[in-house]
């Protein structure tokens, strides 16, 4: 994220770099300067996921409803300032940036399991201060929250600083509100830290740039060249180690020992070095490809540099796909895309590249699989509307590149996955008419090729008298049900009863809920649920939009401590009135909906059995709930049978063998017919 140790430097090193600012005042003055234009903030949605998710629990896969609450919260008090906000969300991960992408998410992986290992041991969530992980999908749905709540919210197309910083230069904004100091070396609109943003009093910090190269005796051209000497996410720390040794070296020759002299040898060998004045900076052929590289990607349209010999802009990123779809969908899915208001369409469409960070999963865990396995039929049949899956001319055969974090998967290099044709509709499918007609019978193809994607297509009719929302929970259980054979009765019931229950609570209710446990098996579930709403939402995309997008989001379907307390009632043996606490319209709901999920599963050979988990609970000791000491949690037991390991899951995915020294099962992770290699 940004520049290797320059935020720490200006804040502790140099902290006259960052000035406290009053952002209503910044509003006003700016206002002032540009008459007749609103105040405008650009805000970097990826740097903001962690401030913005403040709910307290966060291990039982997201507290929708209040997590809305707070971004409402967040908007209404910039409106109320008189500030006009832009959201950017990263639309894509550039090729150049994968090495460091990939790097993160192993790093969260360890973090991980670190977290399950925590609960199995504590029968709790971690305190935040010590382990974290967002929720699941978090970046996904809070662009089309953000949408809902009437922002204009934009998906970037290349590398989002550069969008960020090109917009905000653009159209005069008054600030980028962020946490990545590659704003500080993009010359553009100033920098602001979400970290340091106080809503109650709308004041934050400014880490200006102008007093940075005032401090450094740099020119504001020299600071994208501070940037890769320094390290960053185009120029790895390592690849600049040999140069920034031998360059602080003899700066402490000269200068007494401070802390930051990093900083300062470096920015000292670049006035040194200036072109003005015709000195060479003595690189390899190796470094003076990653610095040109490193400088290029920071030059906004119009911007040179003196330390490149020619100072064309870094290279638009050309489409490998046109040659497979019309340019009429090429078009519609890059202008959906860049306003947030599709998923995944747009990265198959134009560079068969798609990549999904973290979820919260066991590594340990022998029933359910990783949700990259469970859904990967979902995602071939959404490639196989998107693109062609029988060979050209010439026998080539296109597929995507997945990025697919997991337990297990190293992630040296991506997954190769063919389209597939859909089940039940045969024939080509006529993108063209999905997504472009308008006639009434369109919406019953789009939405019945909606279900062919989950393979529950013969259910058309009888989804009709459900409402939207009730539609995609039946979806997801269905298809989780057929496809892990894995889940009990318990497991639907607490699934279904959570569903038709989190309709009808405020998110002050479900603010006060708590359960005596955290159940990792739970945790899991709730995983799977929400990242299959992802992959709902990228099929309504494809399918031409048959279901409203807001209707298909987890604030309308799903609330983690409401599934995970249902979860534990379930296997607890609470009756069915107690699960849908005593209201006899939800019971009846329930009851229907639990109805077709059975039903359909027994059509597909895969009856749904009651399995309930006994638990055995002991006192544990005090744990800190809600700031307070003293609430006595129960340690989690679990008595059932452990499953064998030959337990198979479909698309070839199995446990290893159980390690007879460590008492666990692992897991061994397989792709079977998606690595075609071309």
């Known amino acids: 994220m940004g520049v290797k140790g320059l935020q720490y430097f200006m804040e502790t090193c140099c902290p006259d770099t960052c000035a406290p600012v009053d952002l209503k005042q910044m509003a006003l003055n700016h206002a002032k300067a540009h008459p007749g234009s609103a105040a405008t903030l650009v805000v970097d949605g990826m ?61 969260v992986n360890q973090d991980i399991a670190r977290i399950f290992q925590h609960i199995k041991t504590h029968g709790e969530q971690p305190n935040s201060r010590d382990l974290f992980c967002l929720p699941s999908g978090l970046a996904t749905f809070s662009r089309f929250a953000l949408k809902s709540l009437g922002q204009e919210t934009r998906c970037s197309v290349r590398e989002g600083d550069y969008e960020i910083s090109d917009y905000a230069l653009s159209h005069d904004c008054m600030g980028i509100l962020g946490q990545d100091t590659d704003f500080v070396i993009y010359n553009t609109a100033p920098y602001l830290s979400i970290s340091k943003l106080s809503l109650n009093n709308m004041t934050t910090v400014l880490l200006s740039r102008e ?159 990783p949700q990259a396995v469970l859904y990967l039929p979902v995602r071939e049949r959404i490639y196989g509307l998107l693109l062609p899956g029988q060979p050209d001319c010439y026998g080539h055969t296109v597929s995507v590149k997945e990025w697919f974090v997991f337990p297990g998967n190293p992630l040296q290099e991506p997954t190769r996955v063919t389209p597939k044709p859909l089940n039940y509709i045969k024939g080509p499918p006529d993108l063209m008419a999905l997504w472009f007609r308008t006639d009434p019978e369109v919406k019953t193809i789009q939405a019945s090729t909606l279900l062919d994607v989950f393979d529950l297509y013969e259910f058309t009719e009888e989804l009709k008298q459900f409402g939207t929302p009730m539609i995609a929970v039946i979806c997801l259980v269905t298809y989780i049900a057929i496809q892990t054979r894995q889940l009990s009765l318990e497991d639907v019931d607490a699934y279904l009863s959570q569903a038709v229950c989190v309709r009808f609570k405020s998110f002050t209710e479900m603010q006060q809920l708590r359960t005596p446990v955290v159940d990792p098996r739970a945790v899991q579930l709730g995983s799977l649920f929400v990242r299959g709403l992802t992959y709902l939402i990228a099929a309504n995309s494809a399918c031409g939009f048959p279901f409203p997008m807001g209707e298909l989001m987890p604030w309308k379907t799903f609330d983690g401590l409401l599934f995970h307390s249902k979860y534990l009632q379930a296997h607890s043996g609470s009756p069915k009135e107690e699960l849908l606490e005593g209201n006899p319209s939800w019971i009846s709901l329930f009851l229907s909906v639990r109805e077709l999920v059975l039903g359909a599963c027994r059509r597909r050979g895969t009856p749904v059995q009651s399995h309930p988990r006994t638990r055995q609970y002991r006192d544990a000791w005090p744990v800190e709930v809600d700031g307070l000491r003293g609430e006595r949690r129960p340690q989690l037991h679990h008595t059932t049978q452990q499953p064998t390991a030959s337990t198979h899951y479909q698309q070839g995915y199995r446990p290893r063998p159980r390690n007879p020294k460590r008492g666990r099962y692992h897991l061994a992770p397989r792709w079977p017919n998606s690595q075609n290699k071309d």
């Open 211 to 369: 007093r940075l190269c005032q401090v450094l005796k740099l020119h504001m051209t020299d600071l994208p060249l501070l940037s890769c000497l320094l390290g960053n996410d185009i120029v790895p720390e390592h690849q600049m180690q040999r140069l920034r040794n031998s360059v602080l070296a003899s700066y402490r020759k000269k200068h007494t020992q401070v802390q930051g002299d990093k900083v300062y040898a470096v920015a000292e060998f670049i006035t040194a070095h200036h072109p003005s004045r015709e000195e060479t900076l003595m690189l390899v052929e190796a470094e003076e490809e990653a610095l040109e590289k490193g400088i290029r990607i920071y030059l906004l349209p119009g911007q040179t540099s003196p330390w490149l010999k020619c100072s064309r802009p870094f290279p638009e990123s050309v489409c490998s796909m046109d040659k497979y779809v019309p340019s009429e969908i090429l078009q519609a899915a890059i202008e959906k895309h860049t306003r947030a208001e599709c998923f995944l369409v747009y990265n198959v469409l134009y560079d068969g590249v798609v990549d999904c960070s973290n979820s919260l999963e066991d590594e340990d865990e022998v029933e359910l699989p």
């Open 47 to 107: 740097a903001c996921l962690r401030y913005w998710y403040r709910c307290q629990a966060w291990v039982h896969g997201g507290q929708w409803q209040e997590y809305m609450h707070i971004l409402q919260e967040f908007v209404d008090a910039f409106t109320a300032a008189g500030i006009r906000l832009v959201f950017f969300f990263d639309g894509t991960v550039e090729e150049q940036k994968r090495a460091e992408w990939v790097k993160r998410r192993l790093r």
